[in-house]
């Protein structure tokens, strides 16, 4: 795993994306955020979102917020608004970051799963 300082500047260093890699039939990763997956081990965090932004979400656009508290944290989904649609605690985790923000967007036919930097 990085530092915390170096972790930020190197995924300030993605800016769009080249390619899209699915994690399940709906959903797909940015080269940021597969480089955030493999890197820091945080697969279960795309996951998590991944199961939230379902068909029955009708909007195209999602922020999906996770904050770290200790070994816990909190997994929020909202409009982009601070509606928020979803809310999932999460037990334990090593996350490095105190928090992290990601877009999503539907593309008609998945959802990308971004950095801010990608969108």
């Known amino acids: 795993m990085n530092s915390t ?3 930020q500047s190197e995924l300030s260093q993605f800016i769009g994306t080249e390619k899209l890699y699915p994690i399940t039939s709906r959903h797909v990763l940015t080269d940021g955020t597969k480089y955030l997956a493999e890197n820091e081990k945080s697969f279960w965090l795309f996951d998590a979102i991944a199961s939230h932004l379902t068909r029955s979400y009708e909007d195209h656009f999602a922020v ?3 904050v770290v508290n200790g070994s816990s944290a909190v997994l929020t ?4 608004n601070d509606n928020v649609f979803a809310t999932q605690a999460i037990e334990y985790t090593d996350f490095p970051l105190n ?3 990601l877009y999503c967007s ?5 959802w990308v799963i971004m ?3 990608e969108y």
């Open 99 to 101: 928090e992290i923000k």
């Open 64 to 66: 999906a917020r996770l």
């Open 77 to 80: 989904l909202d409009d982009g």
């Open 106 to 110: 539907f593309d008609g036919e998945h």
């Open 115 to 117: 950095l801010t930097s």
């Open 5 to 7: 300082h170096n972790l």
